[in-house]
Nanobody, 114 residues
């Protein structure tokens, strides 16, 4: 069974940090690029960052560039999103997905208080 399970969300003050994890199972991890997306209340989905598990190439949205870092541990089939200098605008449900078919996890809530 294909699974993507996010963890690491929570409540943090502005300026703080969180590290999200996306644990993958049930498929060949190296065959897929994994992305992090977020959706805030009343807003559309926003692509935050993505990484190719095969060659490590990365992408960041302008809104998080310089603050967020995506990484992949292929031995653990896990993709991480290190989020620093968080602001209230980063408050959203964050979820990971396979880019090739948009298979998604359930998401994890990130709330940044001012």
């Amino acid at each position: 069974e294909v699974q993507l399970v996010e963890s690491g969300g929570g409540l943090v003050q502005a300026g703080g940090s969180l590290r999200l994890s996306c644990a993958a199972s049930g498929f060949t991890f190296d065959d897929y690029a994994i992305g992090w997306f977020r959706q805030a209340p009343g807003k559309g989905r926003e692509g935050v960052s993505c990484i190719s598990s095969s060659d490590g190439s990365t992408y960041y949205a302008d809104s998080v560039k310089g603050r967020f870092t995506i990484s992949s541990d292929n031995a653990k089939n896990t993709v991480y999103l290190q989020m620093n200098s968080l602001t209230p605008d980063d408050t959203a449900i964050y979820y990971c997905a396979r880019l090739q078919d948009d298979y998604r996890g359930q998401g994890t809530q990130v709330t940044v208080s001012s």
